[in-house]
């Protein structure tokens, strides 16, 4: 059985910073790309970022470029975001997808992803 499973969100002030985590389970993910997606209450799962297979290219959406960094380590088969610079705003319920992706434009689909995690709450304080 799959699992994904999302670590490392919490409670930080404006300007901070948290990494969050996503090990997955069940099978190996060597070869799929892995991503961040966020869903903010009232509001649609937005992508955050992505990375290919062999961590080598990644994706962020325009917002987060030079504040987040996304890399993987497949022999721990465990994807992780690094969020600095946080703002307010990106307070929410962030998920970690996984999903074999072959083309540069579905990076950012959510619907392309096959397996999701439980999610991780991040908030950012004034």
């Known amino acids: 059985q799959v699992q994904l499973v999302e670590s490392g969100g919490g409670l930080v002030q404006a300007g901070g910073s948290l990494r969050l985590s996503c090990a997955a389970s069940?099978?190996?993910?060597?070869?799929?790309?892995m991503g961040w997606f966020r869903q903010a209450p009232g509001k649609e799962r937005e992508f955050v970022a992505a990375?290919?297979?062999?961590?080598?290219?990644?994706y962020y959406t325009d917002s987060v470029k030079g504040r987040f960094t996304i890399y993987r380590d497949n022999a721990k088969n465990t994807v992780y975001l690094q969020m600095n610079s946080l703002r307010p705003e990106e307070t929410a319920v962030y998920y970690c997808?996984?999903?074999?992706?072959?083309?540069?434009?579905?990076?950012?689909?959510?619907?392309?992803?096959?397996?999701w995690g439980q999610g991780t709450q991040v908030t950012v304080s004034f």
């Open positions: 990375i290919d297979w062999s961590g080598v290219t990644a």
């Open positions: 997808a996984v999903g074999r992706i072959l083309y540069e434009r579905d990076y950012r689909r959510s619907g392309e992803y096959d397996y």
């Open positions: 069940g099978r190996t993910f060597s070869s799929y790309a």
